[in-house]
Structures are given as C-alpha cells and as structure tokens.
C-alpha cells in the first residue's frame, strides 16, 4: 500500500528553526510537493522536489532522499504567520499526489 | 488576478437534501479536481476532470457526482447528504496531470449537514 508518515504536531519558538520530516511509501515516484494549509483555509504551493538533494526559497528549503523515501521541510527564521498545516504529497507512478495528513507547526512568541 | 473561485463559502444544508458546489477557473487548467477534507486529515481525492475526461476515484460514494460543462466551470453535486459529508470541499485545477504540475486551490467550502 501507499503510506506518508509525518509527525501529527511539532511546536517551535518565533525566529527559531525548524525541520518537518516525511517519510513516503508509494508505487513508483514522480517528485514530492509540499503544501501549506492555514487553519480553514486551501492548501498553498510551497516547493517541488523530484530530484535528490535540498532546494532553496527564502526562508524555505526542501529536501529529498528518493532512496530512503525521505523528504524534510526547512522553515527558518520563523514567524508567527507559519502558524498552518504542512502537507507532504508525493506523487506515484500514475502521477496521482499521495496526501500526508500534515504536521500542524505552533509557532510561540 | 488569474485564480481559482469557489462558492459558496460556508453551505449549510439538511440531511438528504441535494447540494451543489461550485467551482470556476480562470487559469484556462485542463484538469479540475474536487477533494474532501476533514479536520485534521489528508485531502480524500473524489475525482478529476481532464478536459471533458471523467475519472472517479474507486472509492468515491455513488452519492458523488460531478459535472464540467465547459473548460471554467466544475461542479459537486451531493444527491443525498449525510452527517458523515461534513466536511471541507477543496476544488483545485492544474495545467496538466503529468508529473510536477502543481495544484492551484480554490478557498473551499465547508458543508454542514444538519
């Protein structure tokens, strides 16, 4: 079967650093997309990796391990707008996103 | 803006009593999707469109339907809602279906069956 492990819920310090970790199991693999989700609100775009190695935006970075079926969200310098939902979403070999039920980051003052 | 709209936000509804949600695009995406989403869970895929292509998700309630009249418009139809249909309805479209084609979303309507 088709299985994403991410942790249910991490807390982390305004202007701190933080990894979200995601371990994936699917049938085949065509990249890995991370979203993030505001409480009521839709998931956004934040990065796309499909090939090894750690990509970075801004305050965002993403890496991916297709060996270990591994994938890690870098947020640094953290605001208290990072407060929201992450979502890990791999896509499989009939380019179906595999969805995570995401980590829920607390950011405190 | 180019962007995805739903309506309405916020839908309230009786157990049993049809409901439509809706979807536009003016992104001009061949694919439009409509996922369900409860609290504190993964996004539940119930179906895609790719242009006028049709795939139901295996899973996916009869009580489901869905149609697309035109490139911009998709809409949910829930013949017979149950308490268990509460939920967040996320419509989203994207360009293609293949590979690293990210997901566009619309702000969802959360459905409430009373």
């Known amino acids: 079967g088709q299985n994403i492990d991410q942790p249910t819920e991490m807390t982390a310090t305004e202007g701190a650093i933080v990894q979200i970790n995601c371990t994936y199991q699917?049938?085949?693999?065509?990249?890995l997309f991370w979203y993030q989700q505001h409480a009521g609100e839709a998931p956004t775009f934040l990065s796309y990796?499909?090939l090894d190695g750690l990509e970075e935006k801004g305050r965002f970075s993403s890496f991916l391990s297709r060996s270990k079926g591994y994938s890690y969200l870098l947020l640094k310098e953290l605001q208290m707008k990072d407060s929201a939902s992450y979502l890990c979403?791999?896509?499989?070999?009939?380019?179906?996103?595999?969805w995570g039920a995401g980590t829920k980051l607390i950011i405190k003052p | 803006d180019a962007m995805v709209i739903q309506n309405p936000r916020y839908q309230v509804t009786q157990f049993g009593k049809p409901v439509t949600l809706s979807c536009s695009q003016t992104?001009?995406?061949?694919?439009m999707y409509w996922y369900q989403q409860k609290s504190s869970q993964a996004p539940k895929l119930l179906f895609h469109?790719?242009?006028?292509?049709?795939?139901n998700e295996a899973d996916t309630p009869d009580n489901f339907q869905s149609r697309r009249p035109n490139t911009s418009f998709c809409f949910l139809d829930i013949r017979s809602p149950g308490l268990g249909d509460a939920a967040m309805y996320l419509c989203?479209?994207?360009?293609?279906?293949?590979?690293?084609?990210?997901?566009?979303f619309g702000s969802g309507t959360q459905l409430s069956v009373l």
């Open positions: 989203a479209t994207s360009r293609d279906r293949w590979g690293n084609e990210k997901l566009f």
């Open positions: 992104l001009n995406h061949n694919v």
């Open positions: 469109y790719y242009d006028k292509d049709f795939n």
């Open positions: 699917t049938s085949g693999f065509n990249g």
């Open positions: 990796n499909v």
């Open positions: 979403a791999p896509i499989d070999s009939n380019y179906q996103l595999i």
